[in-house]
């Protein structure tokens, strides 16, 4: 069984619902989903049948034999026999008349044996039922309150609980995991998740409620393969289809769908409106929680308003995919974004039009983020496992003349993600393909590395430092072998030796184990990963680690 998980996104507490709710299914939402299937249905069939059309033109160029249209093969007609033979062994049991009521059944002389005797259940039509239990004579066992408080206790989200979201793909199906991480109890489980479309590639959390203005929520973006955002109200359990979606397929359906619709082709050009290729990136802007950046695989950036789920601005500064973005942490109209294209761009989303200032690098880029403690800083993670640091007073003339206050080699592979601690100046987590996870303290002199750690997540695709103070140490991990490790630093000591003195760090007494908290996989080690883990480790790497108990 092949699991990965390509995204993590922290939830901070106090937003999410104490009790979140549960999908309830009604006739009209059965009738749809009949209808949406019956849909998909024709048009899977129709698919089907111009893939026959087009396998035969293109046997009939090859010169190949050409069976008519009428013609049966020596096959089909021992298969109709077999069907033939087996309709003659059933035919003692007439099972077309088995549903039949008795007077249907029998001739109005044969009242003796049958007559309204027809069967067990020939009499079921006289019986008599309730809409509702309660109004049943005959049932006097009532509901199970005890149980209804039990699941509604299950699904209680405290105040000191934080939400981790994380997107997963598991033998090709996509969905969202909703975590809930108990730092108190060191408890990591999935409190709910929900399908997806397409394999996804990002999510990010939102705090205001779609097409509502001035209302907050409890809300994930996913970005995945397909052009279209999905919005999923987390408050909600058991939800079948997304609260909003953002892009084509937001356009509104008619009420009543009709009993046979053409699909409507996805537009391949990109355009202002909606994104025509895989949603790469996605950002939320703090200062502005009704605001949200996409980035595209057709080279785009989008701006959201969440107010009315449409496109306010599209931006067009790369001329390659646009992989990552990030939000200025003090100016709420600068976005920066990274492309494969190999430049970052800052730019002031209310001037969609100015010249923009722009930095280069030597390989793609992985991801972007500006210094919270910084804002004049930003850094930049690159395929080849560089980490760079910029300085946005200091312009190159042009991104290939552009130069950094200082490059770190921080893994020999991609350095898939990297994450800077909100409450600790100076203190960055990096994750690599090479499934390591690293810390690192930024001094004036340049960074240096505290720790080093193989958290058995496989490649590393995400890292993420919580976002309240209160577990601001606490790092999500999460990769190719599709688990996710919550790590606590503070435990260890080299850890707490490097940043002592740059903030308040949690009380630990004496020695201590470190603080790994997680949920087991449901499966063992894939073979693909195991001789790829086996080939990685072949040659040895030299120094090793520290080990994950302290001495």
Known sequence: MTSMITATSWVRRGHAAAYPTKYVFDEGEYARISKLAKLELEDAKEDLETARRELAKSSISAGGPVQSAGAVTKEEEADEADHEDEDDDLKEYDMEHYDDDGDDMVDSGDEGEHGNESGLFGNVKSLAYHADNEDDPYITLQGNQDSDDEDREDLQILPTDNMLLAARVEDEVAHLEVYVYEDSQDNLYVHHDVMLPAIPICVEWLGAKPNHSGESGNFAAVGTMEPDIELWDLDVVDGMYPFAILGQSSEPQPPTMPEKKKKKSKSLKSNTAYHVDAVLSLSANRHNPTLLASASADKTVKLWDLTTCTAAQSYAHHTDKVCTLAWHPAQPAVLLSGSYDRTIVAADMRAPDAK???????????????DPHNDSLFYVSTENGILHCFDVRQLPPTPEQSKASWRLQAHEKSLSSFSINPAIPGMIATGSTDRSCKLWN??????????????????????????????????????????VQVWDPSTNRAVREAFATRGKLPHVDGDVRERLVGVEADDEESEEEEEARQAEEGGGEAGGCESMEEE
């Open 356 to 370: 923009v200032p722009r930095w280069g690098v030597e390989s793609d880029v992985e991801n972007v983020k500006w």
């Open 442 to 483: 930024i001094l004036p002199s340049g960074p240096s590395l505290v720790v080093s750690r193989d958290l058995g997540v496989g490649k590393v695709f995400s890292t993420n430092f919580a976002p309240d103070e209160t577990v601001a140490f606490r790092l999500a991990v999460a990769g190719s072998k599709g688990s």
